[in-house]
């Protein structure tokens, strides 16, 4: 009796173990499968009837030129399952032409319908890709310049800056003053310094800065580092440094 | 009898604790040790800054040397070995 019923406990328990391996195939399959046969339903039906019947789907959607590329990309895309979320956008290029979808087809002529003229079907995607291009071109471009200078800022970031000290801030500011005065002799001829020694002097001094500011105040610190090569333009160049309130 | 002394001992400390953790920047020592480091003078650590006037200190590193620090009348910070 014990034997019969431990046997049954054994069996429930492994059944019940089993239990949850068994759902797990389901969501995914149940995930992928109303997807993916939509997918096929979509590119079989789509697929057939843009070389069997090109001519009703034209004549009942006026923009069926642009499906075309849809299919081939759905066609693509279908095999993969990762592709089962683009089909989306997909489908709605292809159920205008596939007669089908009929919930496709509706969005599709709908949309084609407000963004096209009946007639002219290839144009209207033709400016939307240009547009689209020169609308990244100046994005793409943007992050070339370089970012401007604002010493303004970046002088009253240190000022209130609590990384440093207010004696150490004191001798910072007298460092800077010597050294506009160094470039202010150069640029004025009164002094035979060389620009790569001023350089080494600016050099230093920013790294001065950078390590006084690189523990208390990291963002401080990586402004000025990245506005190095635009401060140092400013002083080297004569007119820079004279228009600026530096010179 | 001792509760009162014990109160006064907490807020003495709590007084003389609070001005150290509202303070954000460096400390004092800090200070005058990048001070000294600016000019070019070997300081590791300030041990002890003795305050003579306004913005004239005197400065003992661990490592012995000392410091004048101050601000003279131009404005220019000075570090004087000692």
Known sequence: MHGITSLGLLVLVSLAACAPLRPSPPPDAVGTAPAAPQETDTVKNGTPPPAESPAPAMASAPNLQPPPAGQA??????????????????????????????????????????????????????????????????????????????????????????????????????????????????????????????????????????????????????????????????????????????? | MHQPIYFLALATTLVAVTPSLGAEGPSFGNDLKATIALQGMPCDQVIQAKRNGDSDYLATCKDGNRYHVFVNPQGRVVVQKL
């Open chain 1, 73 to 247: 990309a759905t066609a693509e895309s279908a095999p993969t399952p990762a592709a089962a979320k683009p089909p989306a956008p997909a489908a709605t290029s292809s159920p205008a032409k596939a007669a089908g979808a009929a919930k496709a087809k509706a969005p599709s002529g709908k949309t084609f319908a407000k963004t096209s003229p009946p007639d002219e079907r290839t144009a209207p995607p033709a400016p939307q890709a240009s547009v689209a291009t020169a609308s990244e071109q100046p994005k793409a471009e943007q992050p070339k310049a370089p970012p401007a200078l604002d010493l303004a800022s970046l002088e009253q970031r240190l000022r209130d800056t609590h990384a440093i000290g207010v004696f150490t801030k004191l001798s910072l500011k007298n460092q800077v003053d010597d050294l506009l005065g160094a470039f202010r002799a150069y640029h004025g001829g009164q002094d035979k310094i060389s620009l790569t020694a001023l350089r080494q002097r600016f050099d230093l001094l920013l790294l001065k800065v950078l390590t006084l500011l690189q523990d208390g105040d990291p963002p401080l610190a990586s402004a000025i580092s990245s506005s190095r090569e635009a401060i140092w333009g400013m002083l080297a160049d004569r007119e820079k440094f004279q228009k600026s309130q530096l010179g």
